[in-house]
């Protein structure tokens, strides 16, 4: 695997693949890798000649009091990783690589309304810094296809909403959703969790299932029952940001005849915020 930190120089490698007509797939990560990360490496192979991913923990889409400091850096972990996996280039710049006329100067990529709901209601300005370093990243690498794993579901959901509104001529994949044995959804903040608390984390995810039988038992009170999973989290012991039954598409609240329906969630352990989402699709 070639390792880049410099643009001008991963551009230069990439302009050579593009040259031999090689197909480039894009997997954006911030680092701190797990088998769910390798899977979307596998899942950009199956489609494209050549897999560049990216390890940037972007301080743009940390608000002042969240964990960017404690985000975990696993470089030399991560790099067997993608090695395992038959990575082509790894793309880790530093913050001024990305950043050199500081953050506050940045210019900045904005999708309106739904960034504002579910977890943009509580971290503002998180997806202006996700677009914001997704739109650098696809401008560096300029790949025919990026893939992003769908536990992030409303990210996935601006992201396509981003490239359709700017025309950006990238493919954009979703990558399946990886669980413990428990259900729990894999994600580099587990490692957060308190021994304590392991065992009961899946409430989140057991919730999320439930609101969907319930729905796809004929249910439509859509609030009614997002409060009640809301008040099981609780009783799990744990605070719960939200709990909300969307339309897939617009993340919008989802009507009674809408047939392509997510179910998202978001909690707080002691140490970390959880999220996780279940879709379902109903017969027309
Ligand atoms: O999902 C992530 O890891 C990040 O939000 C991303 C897409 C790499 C942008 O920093």
Not at 46 to 66: A, H, K, M, R
Not at 106 to 115: A, C, L, N
Request: proline share 4%; aromatic share 8%.
């Amino acid at each position: 695997m070639h390792v880049f930190h410099q643009i001008h120089s991963l551009r230069e490698a990439l302009a050579e693949e593009r040259r031999q007509g090689k197909r480039i797939g894009f997997v954006p990560t911030m680092g701190n890798l797990h088998s769910a990360h390798l899977a979307l490496v596998e899942r950009a192979r199956e489609e494209c000649d050549c897999v560049v991913t990216s390890i940037f923990v972007n301080p743009l889409q940390f608000g002042l009091n969240e964990d960017w400091d404690k985000y975990p850096r696993t470089l030399a972990a991560d790099t067997a990783k993608l090695e395992s996996v038959d990575c082509d280039y790894l793309f880790c710049p530093d913050e001024k690589e990305i950043y050199p006329n500081g953050m506050a100067e940045q210019t900045r990529v904005i999708v309106p309304s739904m960034t504002d709901v579910l977890c943009g209601a509580s971290r503002p300005g998180h997806f202006e810094g996700v677009t914001t370093v997704v739109t650098k990243l696809f401008n560096i690498v300029q790949p025919d296809m990026a893939v992003f794993g769908a536990k992030d579901f409303q990210q996935l959901a601006v992201i396509r909403r981003m490239v359709e509104d700017l025309c950006l001529p990238v493919e954009i994949r979703a990558g399946d959703i990886v669980r413990e044995p428990d259900g729990l959804a894999l994600s580099s903040r587990n490692s957060f969790i308190g021994d304590d608390e392991r065992p009961a984390v899946s409430q989140l995810y057991r919730s999320l299932c439930w609101i969907r039988d319930e729905i796809q038992a004929g249910h439509r009170d859509f609030l009614g029952l997002a409060n009640q999973a809301a008040e099981q989290i609780r009783e799990a012991g744990f605070r719960v940001d939200y709990v909300s039954v969307c339309n897939s598409h617009t993340l919008e609240p989802a009507a009674h005849d809408d047939a392509e329906i997510t179910i998202l969630g978001a909690m707080y352990t002691r140490g970390a915020r959880l999220i996780d989402n279940v879709s379902l699709v109903l017969d027309a």
